[in-house]
């Protein structure tokens, strides 16, 4: 068991260190990081999905927004489309799963929001429709995506793309990711 344990850790400091060796995805991040203050000092707001533990990963996320992440400030808006169960469920039940996050982004985004959408392999039907919908919208988007982006990334105005093929550290370097951002935004809009 020690053996895996430290397998595991191992890996994930690898597919870590990775994303801290390459610049361009380092100034992506800090330009993503730009966009959501500036996003939410011009009255804006942060409009995360995923399924799964991608699901957890924008809640988690949005919660950071809405709550604090280490800093005393007041609330800013972000909300995770996969939390509303009851449009979740009758979306689901009356156009199919693949419409989920598509239907609530035509509810909820407006031109001057920052969609998010989260998929490990870059090709989640219904995060994919959802981006398509921001598009329209004219609003900016982002995916975190893992392996080699899927479809999702060449649909979207930028990306994350976690250099892994496995779904575990795709999401551990997403969430770190989603905590890098928190910190820079709160920085960025609180001048700190």
């Not at 060796?21 to 100034?27: A, R, T, V």
């Not at 950071?64 to 007041?74: A, K, P, S, T, Y």
């Not at 998929?119 to 893992?146: D, P, Q």
């Not at 892994?164 to 820079?184: G, K, P, W, Y």
Request: with cysteine; proline share 2%.
């Amino acid at each position: 068991m020690k053996n895996t344990i430290k397998n595991v850790i191992e890996a994930s400091i690898a597919t870590k260190s990775a994303i801290l060796n390459d610049d361009d995805m380092l100034s992506e991040i800090e330009h993503i990081a730009r966009t959501m203050a500036n996003t939410i000092i011009i009255g804006g707001k942060i409009v995360i999905c995923g399924n799964g533990g991608s699901a957890s990963d924008a809640m988690h996320f949005a919660g950071e927004i809405v709550g604090r992440f280490q800093m005393e400030r007041n609330p800013w808006p972000a909300i995770a489309l996969n939390g509303d169960v009851t449009s979740v469920t009758s979306i689901a039940n009356d156009y199919g799963y693949e419409e989920v996050f598509a239907r609530q982004t035509m509810a909820h985004l407006k031109q001057e929001d920052v969609f998010v959408g989260i998929s490990t392999s870059g090709n989640s039907e219904n995060v994919y429709r959802a981006i398509k919908v921001a598009n329209k919208i004219g609003a900016y988007n982002v995916a975190f995506l893992g392996k080699d982006g899927g479809r999702i990334i060449d649909i979207c105005n930028h990306s994350i793309v976690v250099p892994s093929n496995n779904t575990a550290r795709i999401q551990e370097s997403h969430i770190m990711i989603i905590h890098i951002l928190c910190e820079l935004i709160e920085r960025e809009i609180l001048q700190v």
